[in-house]
Antibody, heavy 120, light 111 residues
């Protein structure tokens, strides 16, 4: 079955760039939209953005994060990645990668999530 | 503060029927479909309901949902202890070139 696995540093310093990768197994990444979603400690879910397998032209980002976010895709590795620049403590969260299936807010498969703390 | 409004908590006893509401606006629920997610403690969210009222394979028919105007609701009948979790609604919002919005989540306690 399709599985998603996030990877990347668990600690990032303030003002630096957070970088995470999601590896897709069990299916080709070249079919769907792929997304990043985060969850701040004890709080709700916050959608970060989408990337499509054909490249970043059709990317859509959360307006509140758009100036700091880049999501890219590497079909040769079956991976997609998140970069979030100029991080602050407010970016401390569990970051999930997910597959979009069907409508814009339908995420049918999720990774297990990875905790990223922003601290000096 | 979340764009979609959910009650922070709900509760019920085993066997009861519980409903969770999700209130939005014309730019999100009013013009797009609603999805519901269940998040068990310490795990990733799981798609529970899609396209307003459709259950993915494997989701018990104890879970149902509906949408009317700018609001949606999730109903759980025959409540079980394993249903204790956080529940989130989600929809596409057409404003600001479009983006996904979530509710703040409802923590369901089975008493």
């Amino acid at each position: 079955q399709v599985q998603l696995q996030e990877s990347g540093p668990g600690l990032v310093k303030p003002s630096e760039t957070l970088s995470l990768t999601c590896t897709v197994s069990g299916d080709s990444i070249s079919t769907y939209y792929w997304s990043w979603i985060r969850q701040t400690p004890g709080k709700g879910l916050d959608w970060i953005g989408y990337v499509y397998y054909s490249g970043t032209t059709n990317n859509i980002y959360n307006p509140s994060l758009k100036s700091r976010v880049t999501i890219s895709i590497d079909t040769s590795k079956n991976q997609f990645s998140l970069k979030l620049s100029s991080v602050t403590a407010a970016d401390t969260a569990v970051y999930y990668c997910a597959r979009r299936l069907g409508t814009y807010s339908t995420f049918d498969i999720w990774g297990q999530g990875t905790m990223v703390a922003v601290s000096s | 503060q979340s764009v979609l409004t959910q009650p922070p908590s709900a509760s019920g006893t085993p066997g009861q029927r519980v409903t969770i509401s999700c209130s939005g606006s014309s730019s999100n629920i009013g013009s797009n479909t609603v999805n519901w997610y269940q998040q068990l403690p310490g795990t990733a969210p799981k798609l529970l309901i899609y396209s307003n009222n459709q259950r993915p394979s494997g989701v018990p028919d104890r879970f149902s949902a509906s949408k009317s105007g700018t609001s949606a609701s999730l109903a759980i009948s025959g409540l079980k202890s394993e249903d204790e979790a956080d529940y989130y609604c989600a929809a596409w919002d057409d404003s600001l070139n479009g983006h996904v919005v979530f509710g703040g989540g409802t923590k369901l306690t089975v008493l």
